[in-house]
């Protein structure tokens, strides 16, 4: 059985169909993969997953629980996260402030305002494992305002992490990053997936296929191909619509 599937989901603007009829699904570990040309829908169709947008049609359900009535702040309770392609850090706080915030936040634990969050040693503790699993531990006193593009979108996805999720929504998370930081963020997404499933939309398809198990294809809100990577480097019509014969090889 599938950790999600999304099934016929449909979208409208007015008379625009933005979303037609999309289903997906993403299994235990794996890395799915959502490309496509802009204008395809991807990011409606991720706004539709993660509640930002009420859906006109379909269903969302993840791990035998339908989301598709359900905010987006409850969804992240039945275990969906997201990295949004802006990051989402406070910039003005420290690496280990973001951190202990998020945890916070996702543990149950009361705002008090005369208990510092740091005296909290549960709180501490996840915290520090966070900074650990995406190699920021000796950044912690950093503010992360002042961290280069490539480290707040690794603080970007330990917030994320801090909700415990089941299924991880990554939305370009090398977007503009050098080759570098790209090569550092494909290592993390490959060791995370040990954490969770993975819906990863992304244009950098060198990062696509070292990552992705499983490869959907939209084209103008309807999914045009789905299958491994070796499916979706032959195939006809994707490589007509999007990604050219020489960016497959």
């Known amino acids: 059985m599938s950790l999600f599937v999304a099934q016929d989901l449909v979208k409208r603007f007015g008379g625009l169909v933005a979303t037609d009829r999309v289903s997906l699904s993403v299994e235990p570990g794996e890395v799915h993969a959502l490309i496509g040309p802009n204008g395809a829908g991807k990011s409606t169709l991720v706004?539709?997953?993660?509640?930002?947008?009420?859906?006109?049609?379909?269903?969302?359900?993840?791990?035998?629980?339908?989301?598709?009535?359900?905010?987006?702040?409850?969804?992240?309770?039945?275990?969906?996260?997201?990295?949004?392609?802006?990051?989402?850090?406070?910039?003005?706080?420290?690496?280990?402030?973001?951190?202990?915030?998020?945890?916070?936040?996702?543990?149950?634990?009361?705002?008090?305002?005369?208990?510092?969050?740091?005296?909290?040693?549960?709180?501490r503790e996840r915290a520090l494992e966070l900074a650990h699993k995406v190699g920021l531990e000796d950044m912690l006193d950093r503010v992360a305002g002042t961290l280069p593009h490539g480290v707040q979108r690794k603080l970007d996805v330990a917030l994320a992490l801090a909700a415990r999720p089941k299924l991880l929504l990554l939305d370009e998370p090398m977007a503009g990053m050098g080759p570098e930081d790209s090569q550092q963020m494909v290592e993390l997404i490959a060791r995370l997936r040990a954490e969770a499933a993975i819906l990863l939309i992304e244009h950098d398809m060198d990062a696509v296929f070292q990552l992705a198990d499983r490869i959907s294809v939209l084209d103008y809100g309807k999914v045009l191909a789905s299958g491994d990577t070796a499916y979706i480097r032959e195939h006809p019509e994707v490589q007509a619509v999007y990604l050219g014969t020489e960016e497959l090889r």
């Open 47 to 123: 706004n539709l997953i993660s509640g930002l947008l009420p859906a006109d049609g379909g269903s969302i359900v993840l791990d035998g629980v339908e989301l598709t009535a359900m905010s987006a702040h409850d969804r992240v309770r039945h275990g969906l996260s997201r990295c949004f392609q802006i990051t989402s850090v406070f910039r003005g706080d420290s690496v280990r402030d973001n951190l202990l915030l998020a945890v916070q936040a996702h543990s149950g634990s009361s705002f008090r305002c005369f208990r510092r969050r740091s005296t909290e040693a549960g709180l």
